[in-house]
C-alpha cells in the first residue's frame, strides 16, 4: 500500500505547484494539503507519510523550531523545507536539524521536482553554496540537543517568565525548573538567562515572515 504525502503551507497557488512536482517525482501516493503546522501535525501522528514538505513560516509555525519539533517527535517521516527565506544561516540550520531538503520558493519547477526526487530516492537535496557558519551551526545543534521540556521552558524563559510563572504553567515544582535551567545553561555553554534567550531567538529568527511580506 502506497503512502501518503502532506504538503503543509499556507498558499493555495503554492500548494498546487508543489503538488504537481509531488506526484511526478512520487507517483502513486495520496496526496494531502494542509494550512497550517498543526494540521501537518495531524496528519503526521494518523502514520503512513512518507514526506512533508514544510513552510516555515505558516501562521502557527516557529520557523526552525516547528522543524526541530517534526523531526524529533516523527524521526522516521522525511522533511522537505519550501521557504520563501534564503538566508544561508537558515538553510543550514534546516540541514543540521536533519532535513531531507531545502527548496526555495523562487525554485524554478524543474529544480523542485529534482530535490522532490532525490528525496525520493533516499538521498538529502540542498542548494549550492551554503556558507559554513560555525557559530550558528553549534547553536542549532545545541538547541536540538535539549528536551522536549527543557525546550518548553526556554521557550517561557524567552517570554520573560518567571521560575514561578513557568512551574505553574508546566505544572512541576519551581525546583524541578531550576534544575532544568542548570541542564539548559550546560548544554547551550552559557552562565545565565540572557544568554540563553539570544541563542534561543536565533530559531525565533528563523520563523518570521520576510521583511517585504
Same mark, same amino acid.
Given at each position: 500500500m502506497?503512502?501518503?504525502?502532506?504538503?503543509?503551507?499556507?498558499?493555495?497557488?503554492?500548494?498546487?505547484?508543489?503538488?504537481?512536482?509531488?506526484?511526478?517525482a512520487w507517483p502513486g501516493r495520496e496526496v494531502v494539503e494542509v494550512a497550517d503546522a498543526a494540521s +501537518? #501535525?495531524?496528519?503526521? &501522528?494518523?502514520?503512513?507519510?512518507?514526506? @512533508?514538505?514544510?513552510d516555515l513560516h505558516m501562521?502557527?509555525?516557529?520557523?526552525?523550531?516547528?522543524?526541530m519539533a517534526f523531526r524529533q517527535d516523527f524521526p522516521d517521516m522525511p522533511v522537505a523545507i519550501?521557504?520563501?527565506?534564503?538566508?544561508?544561516?537558515?538553510?543550514?540550520g534546516a540541514q543540521e536539524l536533519g532535513a531531507a531538503a531545502f527548496i526555495p520558493?523562487?525554485?524554478?519547477?524543474?529544480?523542485?521536482?529534482?530535490?522532490?526526487?532525490a528525496v525520493a530516492e533516499g538521498d538529502v537535496w540542498f542548494p549550492n553554496g551554503v556558507e559554513d557558519e560555525a557559530e550558528d551551526e553549534?547553536?542549532?545543534?545545541?538547541? +536540538? #540537543?535539549?528536551?522536549? &521540556?527543557?525546550?518548553?521552558?526556554?521557550? @517561557?524563559?524567552s517570554e520573560g517568565k518567571l521560575n514561578k510563572q513557568i512551574a505553574h504553567e508546566m505544572d512541576i515544582s519551581e525546583a524541578t525548573v531550576k534544575a532544568h535551567m542548570t541542564a539548559i545553561f550546560r548544554r547551550l555553554g552559557v552562565v545565565n538567562r540572557t544568554q540563553a534567550v539570544l541563542i534561543a531567538k536565533e530559531l525565533d529568527a528563523a520563523g518570521l515572515p520576510p521583511a517585504e511580506v
Amino acid at each position: 500500500m502506497s503512502g501518503r504525502v502532506v504538503i503543509a503551507d499556507d498558499h493555495p497557488l503554492l500548494r498546487a505547484a508543489i503538488r504537481g512536482c509531488v506526484e511526478q517525482a512520487w507517483p502513486g501516493r495520496e496526496v494531502v494539503e494542509v494550512a497550517d503546522a498543526a494540521s +501537518a #501535525r495531524a496528519e503526521a &501522528a494518523k502514520g503512513g507519510v512518507e514526506l @512533508l514538505t514544510l513552510d516555515l513560516h505558516m501562521a502557527d509555525s516557529n520557523g526552525l523550531q516547528t522543524l526541530m519539533a517534526f523531526r524529533q517527535d516523527f524521526p522516521d517521516m522525511p522533511v522537505a523545507i519550501v521557504s520563501a527565506s534564503e538566508e544561508s544561516r537558515i538553510r543550514r540550520g534546516a540541514q543540521e536539524l536533519g532535513a531531507a531538503a531545502f527548496i526555495p520558493k523562487s525554485a524554478p519547477l524543474p529544480e523542485m521536482r529534482a530535490a522532490l526526487t532525490a528525496v525520493a530516492e533516499g538521498d538529502v537535496w540542498f542548494p549550492n553554496g551554503v556558507e559554513d557558519e560555525a557559530e550558528d551551526e553549534g547553536n542549532i545543534e545545541k538547541l +536540538a #540537543r535539549l528536551t522536549p &521540556a527543557q525546550r518548553r521552558i526556554l521557550t @517561557l524563559v524567552s517570554e520573560g517568565k518567571l521560575n514561578k510563572q513557568i512551574a505553574h504553567e508546566m505544572d512541576i515544582s519551581e525546583a524541578t525548573v531550576k534544575a532544568h535551567m542548570t541542564a539548559i545553561f550546560r548544554r547551550l555553554g552559557v552562565v545565565n538567562r540572557t544568554q540563553a534567550v539570544l541563542i534561543a531567538k536565533e530559531l525565533d529568527a528563523a520563523g518570521l515572515p520576510p521583511a517585504e511580506v
